[in-house]
């Protein structure tokens, strides 16, 4: 076995695993990412009676209490493939997208390695607006009316034929930033410059869409072909600050237990969506092996599709995975190969779960500040964005942590990870203090 090297900022003895040489008798997984969703999905491994070792490609400071981190980049496909196979790698599981969009999980099967995650080609669930919108409309799939356009002219004079407010979606990854939600003529003429003339995002289409009104929620689930596994049903916050004002994130905070769900819009969003959005990419010859996300929306009409991911969601997963009871290395193993697993059994009780992040994200931030009181806290801490310097944790990211806690209902939940929160000194984090505030107003 070779050696496993931290991250330069981690030669420390702060969130990094002492290297043991010794041959394992249990399982070896390598886990791809670098967040808070990676984070949790280390976690869950570690809980798995039959993992010995973790690596995870990059990692961060959280991370690497857990597992070994590897300096590899998570769209270094050919160096992720050659470092399975030199470690003897039993199962990879991927994180982010961007990876799955490079093709990881193609060349690793071709090298005969077992991995977690779509194919390149099944990952246009997400990667290509366009193609999900077709998906669901010849599946019988709800969702809003739609047209797509390559022309800037024509989009625009279609956008300005419909009422206001328009949903603007360039049709390919966009690192979350992809989506605007046009309130006039000014703002959707300056959003179809930057994705149409502009290529803010890349060259591409994009896709108009009827402006759907209701609460949002979503639904992630295991997928192995037509076999969904659903998982508990969640809600995150986009929104900066509290009373869900100020831009868009890629979430500051997210919980289970959602009180405006009730179990026939659970059962129809399993079966009429998520099935349905399964057993259509196998009609097709794209067979799902991962996770399927639903970014759905529960309108005065039914529950609607808003989105389909095609992986964890961060920060949902981690809030969701703590919940699992099951063995998860059983669930991404069999997935990865094709063969059923038990149904995954969940614990009954709720997650809250509260994203530090540092200030003036998501616009300019400045890095490196100490974070005092870790050791304090009482909760799940997932690291997002950060590093170790001279031996302390510092942020180096726009999201930097998450604290999770559990409790028996959200009202519990919610003041057991505020008071944990609480414990967290830093200069330069903050944190919006209404997570759930849906919840509680319904």
Not at 64 to 91: M, S
Not at 195 to 220: C, I
Not at 409 to 436: H, M, P, Q, T, W
Request: proline residues 5%.
């Amino acid at each position: 076995m070779g050696l496993v090297y931290p991250l330069p900022s981690q030669q420390s003895s702060v969130g990094v695993r002492e290297i043991n040489l010794e041959d394992c008798l249990g399982k070896t997984v390598l886990v791809i990412g670098s967040g808070g969703r990676e984070h949790a999905i280390v976690d869950a491994l570690s809980r798995s009676p039959q993992v010995e070792k973790i690596y995870c490609a990059p990692g961060n400071a959280g991370i690497g209490e857990l597992a070994f981190n590897v300096p590899l980049k998570d769209t270094d496909v050919e160096g992720l493939k050659a470092f399975a196979q030199e470690h003897e790698v039993d199962l990879t599981v991927v994180g982010p997208e961007a990876a799955l969009a490079a093709g990881i999980v193609d060349a690793f099967r071709e090298a005969g390695l077992k991995i977690f995650g779509h194919t390149q080609a099944a990952t246009a669930i997400e990667s290509s607006k366009e193609f999900a919108k077709e998906l669901m409309e010849s599946a019988g799939i709800p969702t809003a009316a739609y047209r797509s356009f390559s022309d800037f002219d024509d989009a625009l004079a279609y956008v300005l034929s419909r009422p206001f407010p328009a949903v603007l979606k360039y049709d390919g990854l966009a690192a979350g930033k992809g989506v605007v939600i046009a309130q006039n003529e000014s703002e959707a003429h300056d959003a179809l410059s930057d994705m149409l003339l502009d290529h803010t995002f890349g060259k591409g289409r994009v896709v108009v869409e009827d402006f759907l009104t209701g609460p949002e929620f979503s639904f992630l689930c295991f997928v192995d072909g037509e076999r969904v596994y659903p998982m508990p049903l969640s809600q995150d916050h986009k929104r900066a600050f509290d009373g869900d004002k100020g831009p868009n994130t890629g979430g500051m905070g997210a919980y289970t237990g959602l009180p405006f769900i009730t179990d026939e819009d659970r059962a129809f969003a399993y079966k009429e969506i998520m099935c349905k959005a399964a057993a259509a990419m196998c009609a097709k010859g794209l067979p799902l092996s991962g996770v399927l996300y639903g970014g759905l929306m529960k309108t005065p009409q039914g529950i609607k599709v808003i989105e389909f991911n095609a992986r964890f969601g961060d920060p949902e997963t981690e809030v969701v995975l703590p919940l699992l009871k099951s063995d998860i290395y059983d669930i991404f193993e069999g997935v990865a190969t094709g063969k059923p697993v038990a149904e995954p059994v969940w614990s009954e009780g709720v997650t809250l779960g509260v994203v530090l992040a540092s200030k003036g994200y998501p616009g300019h931030y400045e890095k490196g500040y100490e974070i005092a009181g870790l050791d304090q806290v009482e909760a799940k801490v997932y690291h997002m964005g950060t590093s170790v310097r001279d031996g302390k944790v510092s942020t180096s990211g726009g999201r930097v942590l998450m604290v999770v806690s559990g409790g028996t209902d959200l009202s519990d939940a919610r003041d057991r990870v505020y008071a944990e929160v609480g414990k967290i000194s830093c200069e330069n984090l903050f944190y919006r203090k209404d997570i759930a505030h849906i919840a509680f107003e319904k």
